[in-house]
């Protein structure tokens, strides 16, 4: 299990913590007290770019909406890190292993 440490960081913590910054906490935030929507919308589309083959790309698009909707509802960044990390988490441990 110690041996997964440093896959599981590159694949779970990391990509968890910069997406969710750069995403909802640098793109999303700013915008969203004026156009809260369009802003989801739009990190969302973004986000899924970001991601590779069109099934990836549907489940992020997905996924950003809820984020999005998560982060503008309550206001904390740290929740949508952690939702963030615990699906990436779900993925490394019951799809990729």
Do not use: Q
């Not at 440093?6 to 913590?17: D, E, I, N, W």
């Not at 909707?69 to 929740?79: N, R």
């Amino acid at each position: 299990m110690l041996k997964d440490a440093p896959a599981f960081y590159r694949m779970c913590v990391f990509p968890a913590l910069w997406e969710e910054i750069v995403f909802r906490g640098t793109l999303l935030l700013p915008f969203s007290r004026k156009y809260p929507r369009i802003s989801v919308l739009a990190t969302s589309v973004l986000f899924a770019l970001i991601h590779g083959g069109l099934y990836p790309k549907v489940y992020a698009f997905c996924s950003g909406l809820i984020l999005g909707a998560v982060v503008i509802k309550t206001g904390k960044l740290w929740l949508t890190i952690l939702l963030h990390l615990m699906n990436n988490a779900l993925v490394f441990f019951f799809i990729l292993k």
